[in-house]
């Protein structure tokens, strides 16, 4: 299994989550099922625009000070 960790600040639910999308994503990629694959795809990028967004919060948050 492949656990997909890019950022440590993400929350163990999130990187779970991910992961669990992922090895969704390459089973449905072996099995030739598109449209499955594709909506994994698109699951695992909101996942990881999410974090990016909270990433950039935070980043602000703590210039602001």
Same mark, same amino acid.
């Not at 492949?2 to 639910?13: E, K, R, S, V, W």
């Not at 594709?38 to 602001?64: R, Y």
């Given at each position: 299994?492949?656990?997909?960790?890019? /950022?440590? /600040?993400?929350?163990?639910? &999130? &990187?779970?989550?991910?992961?669990?999308?992922?090895?969704?994503? /390459?089973?449905?990629?072996?099995?030739? /099922?598109?449209?499955?694959?594709?909506?994994?795809?698109?699951?695992?990028?909101?996942?990881?625009?999410?974090?990016?967004?909270?990433?950039?919060? &935070?980043?602000?948050?703590? &210039?602001?000070?």
């Amino acid at each position: 299994r492949a656990y997909l960790i890019f /950022n440590q /600040n993400m929350d163990n639910t &999130s &990187s779970e989550r991910l992961a669990e999308i992922a090895d969704r994503f /390459n089973t449905h990629c072996d099995a030739g /099922n598109t449209q499955e694959a594709q909506a994994s795809f698109d699951n695992m990028q909101g996942i990881i625009q999410q974090q990016i967004f909270e990433a950039q919060n &935070s980043v602000q948050e703590t &210039s602001k000070g």
